[in-house]
């Protein structure tokens, strides 16, 4: 447009231009509230029927957090032997995420040249392309064998959750090399230049001075990995076990440690949910509420991480 | 400019879609109309058939109660049945005889479990079909009535459940009732239940409690009450029975149980018990020896098969040549008079007089 033209127009689209940024405008912002709603309505629905189940005559709030068995039908609401077993197979999960990502990461960010690093990164990528249900099975078919050859087929139950836990760390590997490499990358070179310049090797620069200089943002990846790897469902549905590991007393649970097994079968609360859900269950059985506090579990745990998280980011955070 | 053209083309979108929606109710008038023209064509079918009966060449054995033929190529529109797991591979066998033979429309079967199948189909009403291995309860046919469903029970067969273990296990080969109660419940070892067995824990995998295995299981075993089942460790539940072979396949001390069909489909990676020394076998089920033996049936309501004709069309059907195919989907066939009940059941609903 010729500028004499745009004089000319001027006042006419501008009167215009504004009627059809106030109606994009008024779109972004709905679909933005749409999300924010879309939060609110899960956690109200989730709170509400929570509450259902913790009003039923024969629930209590005591009971909940200390029974040592969760099996709704007999009255036993024990949601710790549910929260140990997602504990369990989270643990499992980061320590081979951790330290196998962070390798990885450290190997991307300070050792491989630019072009290693730009095939290396979208192969380990791949990674997080597999859908889930064929880890679990990948779990079961390939990891259990693999451990009952290793340990003992007397040891390794056929659904176990180390098999389990090894999975989901596998899943969750690429998620925490690709956020570690991003954090150490984003540590600037001037440090790096410094720490040679006194002489440091490659190790020592990586490991002493970047790895500590990016310290909030691997703080912040491995606890969004931890989110994932609770949240994570098929694979424990799957390879974990079909039944809450219940115990008739806590001194039974903790007798030779046998809660903490990592090599018999366990349902954590995800595990839990999908399979009581799965076969559509009357709605008016305390089942089903129960799903719904085992849920709100769910969500508080991962909503205290990622407030956790976000004070470990602001905490650590170094600023160049 | 672009802007206001990218709002307008917004605006065009949104105009065409509302059109295109308006669109569609003559699309459906017109399958209204070919619905109405099916139930006609099903009445042809029936009262063309009925002068037929003593006629008929191919009659069967006397005191045999006779339905109506059905031409499955005359029969449209869609069915929905849920329920049983157990009930689903028959359900699914005689669908697929019924498309083979010429239907055209959608039979969809959910394989939930009988207590699942019954909250579809008394309390949602969702379904036309209800298959189940377990009587209806009282309470669901008062959750089937509110909704104006008054269930009407057609029994198809009989199924045997299957207590297995894993082919390594060389020491059991027989369970007593009582023997079979510890194994699932009090006793946690092996050798709690015989001193000779190995001083290993019991690995358990059961159908889930919404399940009409279960609920069999528990009647007969437990005298109705799940509590000692439930209460058990080393229990694993699944309402999928592949969940439950994987598992006793997977541990040398592992039991499970599930419908005998499910057994027949593993049996070189399964070994099946006897219970109070008789094994599970067609001889066994006929003679009432089995003690785990128990009724499959399929439910649905007047309202709906007198609506819907394809469901009494489908039912009809399956009534008709539930024997021809139950014994090679691994079940065992209803007795002479359970099944004619069932299409005597049949023939009252549809206000016909037996022939």
Redesign the interface.
């Known amino acids: 447009m010729s500028p004499h033209a745009s004089t000319e127009m001027a006042p006419d689209?501008r009167k215009?231009?504004r009627?059809?940024?106030t109606?994009?405008h008024a779109l972004l912002f709905l679909f933005a509230t749409l999300s924010i709603l879309t939060t609110a309505g899960i956690v109200i629905v989730l709170f509400s029927q929570a509450l259902r189940f913790f009003a039923r005559p024969e629930v209590n709030l005591w009971a909940f957090l200390t029974d040592s068995?969760w099996?709704p039908?007999?009255d036993?609401f024990g949601i710790m032997v549910l929260v140990i077993a997602t504990l369990i197979t989270s643990v499992i999960a980061m320590i081979v995420a951790i330290p196998l990502g962070m390798m990885i990461a450290i190997y991307l960010s300070e050792y491989a040249s630019p072009r290693t690093r730009n095939t290396l990164k979208p192969i380990l990528e791949v990674l997080a392309g597999i859908p889930t249900v064929v880890y679990g099975y990948f779990a079961?078919t390939f990891m259990?064998p693999l451990l009952q050859g290793i340990i003992g087929?007397?040891v390794v139950?056929?659904?176990n959750v180390a098999a389990a836990g090894i999975v989901i760390g596998i899943l969750i590997l690429p998620l925490v090399t690709s956020m570690a490499e991003d954090a150490l990358s984003a540590v600037p070179d001037l440090l790096r230049e410094a720490a040679y310049g006194l002489g440091a090797t490659r190790l020592e620069t990586a490991l002493k001075v970047v790895t500590p200089a990016a310290l909030s943002g691997l703080a912040a990846a491995f606890i969004v990995a931890v989110s994932r790897a609770i949240g994570e469902t098929m694979i424990v549905a799957i390879a974990a076990?079909?039944?809450p590991?219940?115990?008739?007393s806590w001194s039974d649970a903790f007798h030779n440690l046998a809660i903490f097994n990592p090599f018999k079968?366990a349902e954590t609360m995800t595990g839990h949910i999908v399979?009581?859900s799965?076969?559509?269950?009357?709605?008016e059985s305390i089942?089903y509420d129960s799903l719904f506090a085992i849920g709100l579990t769910l969500f508080l745990i991962t909503f205290a991480l990622n407030l956790i998280s976000r004070r470990v980011v602001k905490r650590f955070r170094e600023v160049y | 400019m672009k802007r206001i053209l990218a709002v307008l083309v917004l605006l065009l979108l949104a105009a065409l879609t509302l059109a295109c929606s308006e669109q569609q109710t003559p699309v459906d008038e017109a399958r209204q109309q070919q619905l109405a023209q099916i139930v006609i064509a099903y009445g042809q079918t029936l009262t063309s058939a009925e002068p037929c009966a003593p006629c008929d060449g191919t009659s069967a054995a006397p005191g045999q109660v006779q339905l109506p033929p059905v031409n499955p190529r005359q029969v449209t529109g869609d069915i929905i049945a849920a329920g049983s797991s157990t009930v689903f591979p028959l359900a699914e066998r005689m669908a697929e005889r019924f498309r083979a033979e010429g239907y055209t429309g959608n039979i969809t079967i959910d394989s939930i479990g009988s207590g699942a199948g019954f909250e579809r189909f008394c309390t949602a009403g969702e379904t036309d079909i209800s298959n189940a291995s377990r009587p209806i309860k009282e309470k669901e046919i008062e959750n089937c009535r509110k909704i104006g469903r008054e269930p009407v029970e057609f029994r198809v067969g009989t199924d045997a459940l299957a207590v297995v273990v894993n082919p390594e296990n060389d020491w059991v080969e027989n369970l007593s009732m009582e023997e079979l109660a510890a194994a699932f419940a009090t006793a946690e070892t092996w050798s709690d239940i015989h001193p000779n067995w190995p001083d290993q824990p019991i690995q358990r995998f059961i159908p889930g409690t919404d399940s009409g295995t279960f609920d069999y299981f528990v009647e007969e075993v437990f005298d109705k009450d799940p509590e000692p089942i439930l209460s058990t460790s080393h229990l694993q539940m699944s309402e999928d029975d592949n969940v439950l072979v994987q598992g006793v396949e997977g541990s040398k001390y592992a039991i499970g149980f599930f419908g005998y069909a499910f057994y027949g489909e593993n049996q070189e990676r399964l070994k099946v018990l006897a219970i109070e020394g008789v094994i599970p076998s067609r001889e066994h089920v006929d003679d009432g020896s089995y003690p785990l033996a128990r009724p499959l049936f399929m439910y649905s309501a007047p309202t709906i098969m007198q609506a819907r004709p394809q469901v009494a069309a489908f039912l009809n059907f399956v009534l008709t040549y539930v024997n021809d195919e139950i014994v090679d989907v691994g079940y065992f066939p209803a007795s002479d008079e359970a099944l004619n009940q069932s299409r005597q059941n049949w023939l009252d609903v549809m206000g016909m007089k037996r022939p």
């Not at chain 1, 590991?245 to 008739?248: L, Y």
């Not at chain 1, 799965?278 to 709605?283: A, E, K, R, T």
């Open positions: 689209l215009q231009r009627w059809g940024e109606a994009i068995a099996q039908q007999i036993r079961l259990t087929k007397d139950e056929i659904f076990g079909a039944g590991r219940n115990f008739d079968a399979r009581i799965g076969g559509d269950i009357s709605y089942d």
